[in-house]
């Protein structure tokens, strides 16, 4: 499976983006999908995951109330919509699947196997 991330950019703090996530070479109606970012210099950490009936969705609590992770099993494709975005959320932005057919949520990176190349999202203040 090969992951391809997009919708990044630069954007205004309190600003919005729309993360696009599209999957190839299998289907993702069988796998947890997820959203990690990397600021530079900084660990990989958990934003969002989401099970792969979309039944269930965890965020992290720096952006509950402000993201929204979904997913479009039948255009094999995850989004992230990102509202009121902040300066320190500039990060490169990662996709990343697991195939797993229960609903049990995953939130750390050593949980999913295959990953998307990032989209950078910068912040200005």
């Known amino acids: 499976v090969q992951l391809q991330a997009s919708g990044g950019g630069l954007v205004q703090a309190g600003g919005s983006l729309r993360l696009s996530c599209v999957a190839s070479g299998g289907r993702i109606i069988a796998s947890q999908m997820g959203w990690f970012r990397q600021a530079p210099g900084m660990e990989r950490e958990f934003v969002a995951t989401i099970t792969r009936s979309g039944d269930k969705t965890y965020y992290a609590d720096s952006v509950k109330g402000r993201f929204t992770i979904s997913r479009d099993n039948a255009k094999n494709t995850m989004y992230l919509q990102m509202n009121n975005l902040k300066p320190e959320e500039t990060a490169v932005y990662y996709c990343?699947?697991?195939?797993?057919?229960?609903?049990?949520?995953?939130?750390?990176?050593?949980?999913?196997?295959?990953w998307g190349q990032g989209t950078e999202v910068t912040v200005s203040s």
């Open positions: 990343a699947l697991r195939p797993d057919l229960r609903s049990i949520v995953r939130t750390t990176t050593s949980d999913f196997n295959y």
